[in-house]
């Protein structure tokens, strides 16, 4: 039976915690050991009290909730300052948010961790379950992040994106049509927007049947997309690919000269496929800058903004499968619980996960015949 530990966030911008109160309640109910990093979720309002009253042991520091769990939970990946203090006996469940750089995930595997990639999770339906329920909330977070930058208070052009009596409403523009953006499009539709989606996988067009008055869906071309751009008031990005990332800038800078000053650009792929040429990574304190006339918001981790909801949903949606490791071990839990199985994205540092071997060019390991081998 592992120990649970929970560490708290260290890097900067990032409000939100791996388990809530109410899911560390659960767990000692079921009776597990669950230790919480101090201040772990004080931006959640989460007090050590509270854990404490639900079940939990609090430690001082990360060292020694290291030193007392074995199963460490997390919402962002591996930092390189946590990387030094965990070893390979522990395993780790956390995002593990795949980017086009490799080295993040080489150091992993050099440190022969086993990692259950959350974002990678996937039920028997096919669902993302961690990844599409974060999704939704950086989905709707976009549209009333853009709704406010319209406002000329923080550079846009001055518009209500619902419009008003005699004025009509904005123009949305999401490019993507994943849940996330397909999230921002009805939400911002729902709020009185004109919305167009431009999606990478017109296959799909006719199963998401999303099509209505003032919400239209469309494949992306650059033709359609030179022809959206002078009437948009907002665009939203959203495209991000788990297998393949775009191999290039699907909105580069002279398009943007397309656009009237004051327009917005919500880029929620900006740390994971960069498809907007004149994006670059910003944070919740400083989340904008103006090139060009045009507004960007750039902030990869949106649904920090809003650290309880977040949380609360990380935590709900990860409790099943954070029960089941601890309780089980990792082979039995496999066996009881396939869809661990779609996570794992590494084992004493070998990938074991078919997505990141093809997408990164590692070779795949099956974790059953590493674990037959006892590697």
Same mark, same amino acid.
């Given at each position: ?82 990387? !030094? ?50 999704? !939704? ?17 923080? /550079? /846009? ?34 709020? /009185? ?24 869906? &469309? ?13 948009? &008031? ?10 393949? %990332?775009? !191999? ?6 002279? &398009? ?86 779609? %996570?794992? %994205? ?30």
């Amino acid at each position: 039976m592992h120990k649970i530990g929970v560490l708290k966030e260290i890097k900067n911008f990032e409000s939100r915690v791996g388990l809530s109160p109410d899911g560390v309640k659960s767990l000692a109910e079921a009776g597990l050991d669950v230790f919480i990093e101090s201040g772990a979720g004080t931006e959640c309002n989460f007090s050590d009290e509270q854990y404490s009253n639900c079940g939990a042991t609090i430690v001082p520091s990360a060292e020694k909730l290291v030193k007392n769990a074995d199963l460490l939970v997390k919402v962002l990946p591996l930092s390189p300052v946590e990387e !030094e203090l965990i070893d390979n006996s522990h395993i780790i469940f956390s995002f593990l948010k795949l980017s086009p750089k490799t080295e993040r995930l080489k150091s992993l595997m050099d440190k022969k961790f086993t990692y259950f990639a959350a974002d990678l999770l996937e039920d028997q339906k096919g669902v993302y379950t961690v990844l599409e329920a974060m999704s !939704e909330v950086a989905g709707r977070m976009a549209v009333h992040v853009a709704a406010n930058l319209l406002s000329n208070t923080y /550079g /846009g052009r001055g518009l209500l994106m619902s419009g008003a009596n005699v004025i009509p409403p904005a123009n949305v523009l999401v490019i993507g049509s994943g849940l996330v953006g397909r999230v921002a499009a009805v939400h911002a539709w729902t709020n /009185g927007a004109n919305v167009n989606i431009l999606t990478l996988k017109p296959q799909n067009i006719d199963k998401y049947n999303i099509n209505r008055d003032g919400l239209q869906i &469309d494949a992306f071309s650059k033709d359609k997309l030179m022809e959206l751009l002078p009437q948009t &008031d907002v665009i939203i990005v959203a495209v991000y690919s788990l297998k393949q %990332a775009p !191999e290039e800038y699907l909105l580069d800078k002279e &398009d943007m000269k397309t656009l009237q000053p004051g327009s917005i650009i919500i880029d929620l792929s900006v740390d994971r496929n960069q498809v907007v040429e004149s994006s670059h990574i910003t944070n919740i304190t400083q989340p904008t800058f103006v090139l060009d006339d045009i507004v960007h918001y750039c902030v990869p981790n949106i649904t920090s903004t809003v650290p309880i909801t977040s949380s609360k949903i990380f935590s709900i949606k990860s409790l099943p499968f954070i029960e089941i490791l601890a309780r089980d071990g990792l082979k039995m839990a496999m066996d009881k619980s396939p869809e661990l199985l779609s %996570a794992l %994205a590494m084992y004493k540092g070998k990938v074991t996960n078919r997505i990141i071997a093809d997408r990164f060019d590692f070779t795949f390991h099956n974790i059953f015949e590493l674990l037959e081998l006892n590697l």
